[in-house]
């Protein structure tokens, strides 16, 4: 059975440019989470989609944004790219939205900001 | 949120138990303890979790404290493959996302 799956797995993109990262989750799963991974750090919680709504949204400035699909594929979008966003980007499905479930989480987006 | 309290690092040798221990204090009744784990260069990856009672799985066990203002993860007998950060995340009942700290950094040496 396929994984989460993100893509792309690697960019670079330069100071002020907009990006997108898409997430496929597991087939079934609703929800999606996104995270960001500073390096030498715990990821960091930004959105949370369940059943295409938005659940949950992390100490993130308005530059970034995301939606979740009919298909519960998601997008995280992030504009006005600044140097200190480059970071892992990681995506994680689970087959609820609550507490006492388990999240999957794909290998991640590494975006470099230059 | 929740705060747990992990140490920055551990060793292990090969094939001996290990006890990764976690503090969260301030738990509420609602909030259930999950650990993650990351190895190097690839996302994280779920281990284990519990509300109340201990939890047994094929990759860990998880003792929780009666007052459930501790958890221990235990991993019966460390591989070489178990090296990686090990994250002890409360998860409020309702709510889907995870709140990572630092964790604790698990070598194992041969």
């Known amino acids: 059975d396929a994984g989460v799956t993100q893509s792309p797995t690697h960019l670079i993109k330069t100071r002020g440019q907009h990006v997108t990262l898409r997430c496929s989750p597991i087939s079934g799963h609703k929800s999606v989470s996104w995270y960001q991974q500073v390096l030498g750090q715990g990821p960091q919680f930004i959105f949370q989609?369940?059943?295409?709504?938005?659940?949950g949204r992390g100490n993130f400035p308005d530059r970034f944004s995301a939606r979740q699909f009919p298909n519960y594929s998601s997008e995280l979008n992030v504009n006005a790219l600044l140097l200190g966003d480059s970071a892992l980007y990681l995506c994680?499905?689970?087959?609820?939205?609550?507490?006492?479930?388990?999240?999957?989480f794909g290998q991640g987006t590494r975006l470099t900001v230059v | 949120d929740a705060k747990t309290t992990q140490p920055n690092s551990m060793e292990s040798n090969e094939e001996e138990p290990v006890h990764l221990p976690c503090n969260h204090s301030?738990?509420?009744?609602?909030?259930?303890i999950h650990w993650y784990r990351q190895l190097p260069s690839q996302g994280p990856e779920y281990v284990i979790h519990g509300l109340t009672s201990n939890v047994n799985n094929r990759m860990a066990s998880l003792a929780i404290a009666e007052d459930r203002k501790s958890s221990t993860l235990i991993l019966h007998r460390a591989t070489l493959r178990d090296a990686a950060v090990y994250y002890c995340i409360l998860k409020l009942g309702s709510q889907g996302n995870l709140i990572f700290g630092k964790g604790t950094k698990l070598s194992v040496k041969p």
């Open positions: 301030t738990i509420s009744g609602t909030d259930y």
């Open positions: 994680a499905s689970s087959p609820r939205g609550a507490g006492n479930t388990e999240a999957f």
């Open positions: 989609y369940y059943e295409k709504e938005e659940r």
